[in-house]
């Protein structure tokens, strides 16, 4: 029986399929960059299965549609939203039909999830999905991805799983961290911070100490990608396998959108750690120097738009809130998303 990687996708409008071929993809690209690598193809050593919450918030708005007429009033008008309505005066942005597009495909999932039921929603299926997984193939044998807004929803779900201490769904059974240790957990582009809410970040199970639920917990950053400077997780420790800087130059980006799940996976920084723990062989550590030259090879490393070393640049600076800082890096990207 192969083991599993347990992919959870992000903000934006992701299928089960759709999701899964963009990292199988780039999984497989870079697996060709090294020399000799256990396969060439990841779906031949592992099942690859994407956990998609995407429909919980297609069905709301649809909901919210139905009663409200558009979603920009929905947004405007939800009383779970006032919060952050009054922080983020949004709607003067949204002129143009793609605008309100990527509103409602990426801004209006990472605020859903964070203040409102859906989040709770989202969790469950997670949590249910997972401990029948462990149950059919041993804890083991799982390794998670988690990208963008799926990390916060990986990090919370998970603490609700494994924590004792967590006093959220009682009745529900927990796992030990100890006996069900996952394989590994990785967390592409960390917003984790920014959504913070049932679950204390920093006293997250998912951690690699010895009472944590993976050995194994990669924290993995990109420098170019603005969300993750909004609030960055950056947990201590010589446990903590931490990658925030993944590139020293800036035109080592695989596309022009930072956040992109491809400019991670396909990075060598990145995934050399990921094949050595997944193939339990130091051989990808040994071809590190050649991946990176491949890996420069093979794709049409662009630059970063101006646009985007500004943003980071002030992104940088202290101060402010979050989800205005969080706004103002959707509204500088969001013309990159589209391409």
Same mark, same amino acid.
């Given at each position: 029986?192969?083991?599993?990687?347990?992919?959870?996708?992000?903000?934006?409008?992701?299928t089960e399929a759709s999701?899964?071929?963009?990292?199988?993809?780039?999984?497989?690209?870079?697996?060709?960059?090294?020399?000799?690598?256990?396969?060439?193809?990841?779906?031949?050593?592992?099942?690859?299965?994407?956990?998609?919450?995407?429909?919980?918030?297609?069905?709301?708005?649809?909901?919210?549609?139905?009663?409200?007429?558009?979603?920009?009033?929905?947004?405007?008008?939800?009383?779970?939203?006032?919060?952050?309505?009054?922080?983020?005066?949004?709607?003067?942005?949204?002129?143009?039909?793609?605008?309100?597009?990527?509103?409602?495909?990426?801004?209006?999932?990472?605020?859903?999830?964070?203040?409102?039921?859906?989040?709770?929603?989202?969790?469950?299926?997670?949590?249910?999905?997972?401990?029948?997984?462990?149950?059919?193939?041993?804890?083991?044998?799982?390794?998670?991805?988690?990208?963008?807004?799926?990390?916060?929803?990986?990090?919370?779900?998970?603490?609700?799983?494994?924590?004792?201490?967590?006093?959220? =769904?009682?009745?529900?059974?927990?796992? @030990? +961290? &100890?006996? !069900?240790?996952?394989?590994?957990?990785? $967390?592409?582009? *960390?917003?984790?911070?920014?959504?913070?809410?049932?679950?204390?970040?920093?006293?997250?199970?998912?951690?690699?100490?010895?009472?944590?639920?993976?050995?194994?917990?990669?924290?993995?950053?990109?420098?170019?990608?603005?969300?993750?400077?909004?609030?960055?997780?950056?947990?201590?420790?010589?446990?903590?396998?931490?990658?925030?800087?993944?590139?020293?130059?800036?035109?080592?980006?695989?596309?022009?959108?930072?956040? =992109?799940?491809?400019?991670?996976?396909? @990075? +060598? &920084?990145? !995934?050399?750690?990921?094949?050595?723990? $997944?193939?339990? *062989?130091?051989?990808?550590?040994?071809?590190?120097?050649?991946?990176?030259?491949?890996?420069?090879?093979?794709?049409?490393?662009?630059?970063?738009?101006?646009?985007?070393?500004?943003?980071?640049?002030?992104?940088?600076?202290?101060?402010?809130?979050?989800?205005?800082?969080?706004?103002s890096a959707f509204k500088?990207?969001?013309?990159?998303?589209?391409?």
């Open positions: 029986m192969k083991p599993v990687l347990f992919l959870v996708h992000g903000m934006g409008n992701h999701f899964k071929t963009e990292v199988v993809t780039s999984l497989n690209a870079a697996l060709s960059y090294y020399p000799n690598p256990d396969t060439t193809n990841i779906e031949s050593a592992f099942d690859v299965i994407v956990f998609s919450y995407n429909d919980i918030f297609e069905d709301y708005l649809e909901k919210l549609k139905s009663e409200f007429g558009d979603i920009v009033t929905a947004a405007s008008s939800m009383p779970e939203l006032t919060n952050i309505n009054e922080l983020i005066d949004f709607k003067d942005d949204l002129k143009s039909v793609s605008e309100k597009v990527l509103f409602t495909t990426h801004w209006l999932d990472v605020v859903l999830y964070r203040f409102t039921m859906l989040g709770e929603a989202i969790r469950a299926r997670f949590t249910s999905q997972l401990c029948q997984l462990i149950r059919s193939r041993g804890s083991s044998n799982v390794h998670i991805i988690a990208h963008s807004l799926g990390t916060a929803v990986t990090l919370d779900a998970l603490s609700i799983l494994y924590d004792k201490n967590l006093l959220i =769904d009682p009745s529900d059974g927990k796992l @030990n +961290p &100890i006996t !069900n240790r996952l394989g590994s957990v990785t $967390y592409l582009a *960390n917003v984790a911070k920014v959504l913070e809410g049932v679950v204390p970040v920093d006293q997250t199970v998912v951690n690699p100490s010895d009472s944590g639920c993976s050995s194994r917990v990669f924290n993995i950053n990109h420098k170019l990608d603005p969300f993750t400077m909004v609030h960055p997780y950056k947990p201590t420790g010589p446990l903590w396998t931490q990658l925030t800087n993944i590139d020293d130059e800036l035109e080592h980006l695989a596309t022009k959108f930072p956040h =992109d799940v491809g400019n991670y996976l396909k @990075n +060598p &920084i990145v !995934n050399q750690p990921l094949f050595q723990a $997944y193939f339990e *062989n130091f051989k990808y550590l040994n071809g590190l120097d050649i991946a990176q030259r491949q890996f420069k090879v093979n794709n049409k490393l662009v630059a970063a738009s101006e646009e985007i070393i500004q943003l980071i640049e002030a992104l940088k600076q202290p101060g402010g809130n979050d989800w205005q800082r969080f706004y500088t990207v969001y013309q990159l998303i589209k391409e």
